[in-house]
């Protein structure tokens, strides 16, 4: 089992910026890939960013996130960051961790990021 544990989510100003973290723990030799997904209010879950855990080019973004949003990776304190700039009231949502590994997915419970003009 993996846990993972979001944090950062708030309320911020239109044009702003945030990052979120998530913190891994539990049986992370399976993980491959890890990421944050997010959820606006009546829309599907949609990937924002993903990176390969063990390294790599193989970094994935959103196009509407491309050049304002970074995925970082931490593995010595497995977490892994998502810096947000410039956002927009399109970027409201709940945002969750994510991680993958070869037969199973985990989710943790999402931080909400809600943007105001």
């Known amino acids: 089992q993996v846990q993972l544990v979001e944090s950062g989510g708030g309320l911020v100003q239109s044009g702003g910026s945030l990052r979120l973290s998530c913190a891994a723990s539990?049986?992370?030799?399976?993980?491959?890939?890890m990421g944050w997904y997010r959820q606006a209010p009546g829309k599907r879950r949609e990937l924002v960013a993903s990176?390969?855990?063990?390294?790599?080019?193989?970094?994935r973004y959103a196009d509407s996130v491309k050049g304002r949003f970074s995925i970082y990776r931490d593995n010595a304190k497995n977490t892994i960051d998502l810096e947000m700039h410039n956002l927009s009231a399109d970027d409201t949502g709940v945002y969750f961790c994510?991680?993958?590994?070869?037969?199973?997915?985990?989710w943790g419970q999402g931080t909400q990021v809600i943007i105001f003009s």
């Open positions: 994510n991680a993958q590994a070869p037969t199973t997915q985990y």
């Open positions: 539990g049986s992370l030799f399976s993980v491959a890939v």
């Open positions: 990176l390969p855990v063990a390294g790599g080019g193989n970094v």
